[in-house]
């Protein structure tokens, strides 16, 4: 065998058995993109001189703190709760690996309801664990009952919901979500990624009743900083605690930490934008729902997913071949013909509907 077989029979079998994670984009001429959930508004023009002014006076020859407590006391205070119990991360994603490392061993049993985000099945196989599926309903909700009886029947270390949920935007009602958090001795992880754009109100309402919850958040969506990496959780001190001592110190650079914090500072910008992709996504769904044969899943996101009348992989392609991508979502075994569609700005929205229009005629 040769040195590199014989150093590469060493990666974990857990590893080697995933692929990595990736977005395929069709070749060819893109100039609407509405496929990763983005939001379609960047930075203005006078913070980014603002961030680029403080930038200037930091000195790239220091570390930044070993963790960002002065962010974390800031989202603490937006959000309304204790400091103590703010991990922040670069991003989302590699906050779930944290949660990972700190609740995921061999054959530990983790309840996925499906359809969701495939990441979350990637973490728990590469660590080992167990994935319990649970099948939606015929809505693509997830089974709230299905998820009670995967718990009695497993016990597992750990329930993920997201909600709303990415791939559907379809939410689970926060009765429902008190009920799973009563039934579990286990973490329940509740991904709101897109809470911002929702209805129905945050478990965080609730948050102080129940110490195995713990709430995944981003600045991705809402706030428009998907190029910047950054995201949060907020649970009891105790459990953060526990987090803590896996996380890696100076995860959080400084330039990510400036622009956050110059952005919470402008909350009404965030909430005109909130209210525009709100009106945005409703005028999407609206527009789809006209079409004669088209199911389309009224989420509470910044998204929207839909099945056309036909073959959904031959419009992705005729949608790209006309200069829009989206998402094809035939990978998830529930969503085999669905294509989604983030919520853009007027006129991107209005260039999607005219592709689509003339690609199914």
């Not at 690996?97 to 499906?114: M, Q």
């Not at 029947?153 to 009563?182: C, F, H, Q, W, Y």
């Not at 190029?227 to 990510?256: C, Q, V």
């Not at 392609?317 to 919520?343: D, H, I, K, Q, T």
């Amino acid at each position: 065998m040769s040195k590199l077989g014989e150093v590469l029979v060493r990666v974990r079998p857990e590893v080697r058995e995933q692929h990595p994670y990736k977005v395929g984009v069709p070749t060819g001429d893109i100039s609407v993109k509405l496929n990763q959930n983005e939001s379609p508004f960047d930075l203005p023009e006078a913070l980014k001189d603002a961030v680029f002014a403080g930038w200037k006076e930091i000195a790239f020859n220091r570390y930044p703190s070993e963790q960002p407590y002065d962010l974390a006391e800031l989202i603490a205070s937006n959000v309304g709760w204790d400091p103590e119990g703010i991990i922040i991360g670069n991003g989302s994603n590699e906050l779930t690996y944290s949660l990972g490392l700190t609740f995921i061993a061999t054959r530990t049993s983790v309840v996925l309801p499906r359809p969701m985000f495939s990441f979350y099945e990637r973490v728990v196989h590469i660590f080992g664990g167990e994935v319990i599926p649970v099948a939606p309903l015929q809505s693509l909700g997830f089974d709230t009952e299905g998820i009670l009886t995967a718990i009695k029947k497993t016990g597992p270390s750990m329930v993920v919901i997201t909600s709303p949920n990415n791939p559907t935007g379809l939410v689970v009602p926060l009765a429902e979500l008190r009920t799973i958090a009563d039934a579990t001795a286990g973490l329940v992880l509740i991904d709101e990624a897109y809470i911002e754009f929702a209805d129905e109100p945050s478990m965080l309402t609730l948050l102080s009743h129940y110490p195995n919850v713990i709430l995944l958040r981003t600045f991705s969506k809402a706030f428009g900083l998907a190029g910047s990496r950054l995201g949060y959780l907020i649970g009891h001190p105790a459990l953060m605690g526990e987090i803590m001592k896996i996380r890696p110190p100076f995860m959080i650079d400084r330039f990510t930490a400036s622009v956050t914090k110059l952005l919470l500072d402008h909350s009404q910008l965030i909430q005109d934008r909130l209210e525009l992709i709100r009106s945005s996504t409703k005028g999407l769904i609206d527009a789809l729902k006209e079409i004669e044969g088209m199911r389309v899943l009224a989420g509470q996101a910044n998204f929207v997913t839909f099945r056309p009348p036909s073959d959904g992989q031959k419009l992705f392609s005729a949608l790209a071949e006309r200069g829009v991508l989206v998402r094809n979502m035939s990978g998830y075994p529930e969503l085999r013909g669905f294509l989604r569609v983030s919520a853009g700005a007027p006129a991107e929205n209005r260039r999607f509907l005219k592709a689509l229009t003339d690609a199914m005629l």
